[in-house]
């Protein structure tokens, strides 16, 4: 038994070590894009977060396979409006405007719960 549970981690460990591998910098066709968006997401991270609606500002591979500055709006029903305002590319690289994934509803309050 001690003997299959520490094959199965091997291999686990071999084959997580074979997936990461595709990460390596040197290897990685997004690696340069992705530091160069970074760097240019945090010098406009202020500026759009500023705008009404605007939850977040993610760097992303979108469908089309390029890295994009995705900025995240609270609704659908904001979204041609955030999108009118944003620019399609930033120091160069594409941004994409969608409604932000996984967004939870702001919290419901009651009049009787509010503080006085």
């Given amino acids: 038994m001690k003997y299959a549970l520490f094959a199965v981690l091997a291999i686990g460990v071999i084959g997580a070590r074979a997936a990461w591998a595709q990460y390596d910098d040197d290897q990685n066709p997004y690696a340069a894009d992705a530091q160069q968006i970074a760097q240019v997401r945090q010098e406009h991270l202020a500026e759009l977060m ?9 760097t992303v591979i979108n469908d089309r396979g390029e890295v994009v500055l ?24 594409p941004v994409d405007v969608e409604v932000q994934r996984n967004a939870d509803p702001p919290p419901h309050r009651h009049a009787e719960s509010q503080p006085n």
Wanted: no cysteine; charged share 25%; aromatic share 4%.
């Fill in 70 to 93: 995705a900025v995240e709006v609270d609704s659908p029903d904001h979204l041609d409006e955030v999108s009118s305002k944003v620019p399609s590319t930033l120091d160069g690289f």
């Fill in 50 to 58: 500023k705008m009404p609606h605007v939850r977040g500002v993610a």
